[in-house]
């Protein structure tokens, strides 16, 4: 088992920035794909980005290209997400999910989930 625990959420002005961690135990973190989804209020769960095992490759959604950058450190057994430029359409609860492979964006890639933090971004 793995278990895995958000922080760093909140409620941030359009335009700010905040920086989400996932800490992560019970397993050896650097033999997991790592990555994190949202999701807002009446919607499906989304992919937003990912990051492989040794950090030297990462993934993100359209919507989050740019703005975002995700990172890991397998000597802390923890993963990263900074999130820049943040807009109202970011507001959601992410989870840091864990997973040995399979399709980057794809849920069911993914073994472990975190129980979520939430962004809120204000106009």
């Known amino acids: 088992q793995v278990q895995l625990v958000e922080s760093g959420g909140g409620l941030v002005q359009a335009g700010g920035s905040l920086r989400l961690s996932c800490a992560a135990s019970?397993?050896?973190?650097?033999?997991?794909?790592m990555g994190w989804f949202r999701q807002a209020p009446g919607k499906e769960r989304q992919f937003v980005a990912a990051?492989?095992?040794?950090?030297?490759?990462?993934n993100y959604a359209d919507p989050v290209k740019g703005r975002f950058i995700i990172s890991r450190d397998n000597a802390k057994s923890t993963m990263y997400l900074q999130m820049n430029s943040l807009k109202p359409e970011d507001t959601a609860v992410y989870y840091c999910?864990?997973?040995?492979?399979?399709?980057?964006?794809?849920?069911?890639?993914?073994?472990?989930w975190g129980q979520g933090t939430q962004v809120t971004v204000s106009s």
């Open positions: 990051i492989s095992r040794n950090g030297g490759a990462t």
């Open positions: 019970g397993r050896i973190f650097s033999n997991y794909i």
């Open positions: 999910v864990a997973g040995t492979g399979g399709t980057w964006y794809a849920r069911q890639s993914y073994d472990y």
